[in-house]
Nanobody
Framework: QVEIVESGGGAVQPGGSLRFSCAAS????????MGWYRQAPGRERELVAT???????LFGDSVKGRVLIFRNNGKNEINLQMENLKPEDAGVYYC?????????WGKGVLVTVSA
């Protein structure tokens, strides 16, 4: 069983930045892909960014160029830095950990973007 602890997010003005952290505990966490997804009201959940244990990164089209993701395999932790936030970046951000058919989600952290 995998346990996920998320932190970060919050309220920010347009053009601001936010940082997110996700720590996981369980067996063989380094074998999992870790990442963040988000969901705005009335919309489907979408990819923000993922990172493998070998540090291969994948970014969602809507955030490319504005997001950095880092991984600390020793701590089973990932950090996401998002810059130049826009109102359309608002929503609930979820940490995800997956390997094959195993797929775990955090409870989510809320992001609001308004002047």
């Amino acid at each position: 069983q995998v346990e996920i602890v998320e932190s970060g997010g919050g309220a920010v003005q347009p053009g601001g930045s936010l940082r997110f952290s996700c720590a996981a505990s369980g067996d063989a966490i380094t074998s999992y892909i870790m990442g963040w997804y988000r969901q705005a009201p009335g919309r489907e959940r979408e990819l923000v960014a993922t990172i493998s244990s070998g540090y291969s990164r994948l970014f969602g089209d809507s955030v490319k160029g504005r997001v950095l993701i880092f991984r600390n395999n020793g701590k089973n932790e990932i950090n996401l830095q998002m810059e130049n936030l826009k109102p359309e970046d608002a929503g609930v951000y979820y940490c995800n950990i997956r390997r094959g058919e195993l797929n775990y989600w955090g409870k989510g952290v809320l992001v609001t973007v308004s002047a």
